[in-house]
């Protein structure tokens, strides 16, 4: 499995941004997607996941603010931004849950939000 990432950048306080990450090559089934990210300094945290019936998680500090959501025909996650802070600052990674060939991460994209 091959994830492709795309949306980051650089952005002000307050302004959004929408990440993508397309899952392609052998896929059996996917079930849970999601988007972690990590700060200089900090351990990698899970921002939001979503399973295959579209269930979702967040966590506590983007609630609210971000919205995940998947395209199931096009193995494609996304998760909108909106409202964005100087803490949201740090790398944003895609991971995928496939039923029979496990998880995989995606190579990151950078999100840096200006005060």
């Known amino acids: 499995v091959q994830l492709v990432e795309s949306g980051g950048g650089l952005v002000q306080a307050g302004g959004s941004l929408r990440l993508s990450c397309a899952a392609s090559?052998?896929?059996?089934?996917?079930?849970?997607m999601g988007w972690y990210r990590q700060a200089p300094g900090k351990q990698r945290e899970l921002v939001a996941s979503?399973?295959?019936?579209?269930?979702?998680n967040y966590a506590d500090s983007v609630k609210g603010r971000f919205t995940i959501s998947r395209d199931n025909a096009k193995n494609t996650v996304y998760l909108q931004m909106n409202s964005l802070e100087p803490e949201d600052t740090a790398d944003y990674y895609c991971?995928?849950?496939?039923?029979?060939?496990?998880?995989?991460w995606g190579q990151g994209t950078q999100v840096t939000v200006s005060s």
């Open positions: 991971n995928v849950r496939d039923i029979v060939l496990g998880t995989y």
């Open positions: 090559g052998t896929i059996f089934s996917i079930s849970a």
């Open positions: 979503i399973t295959s019936s579209g269930s979702t």
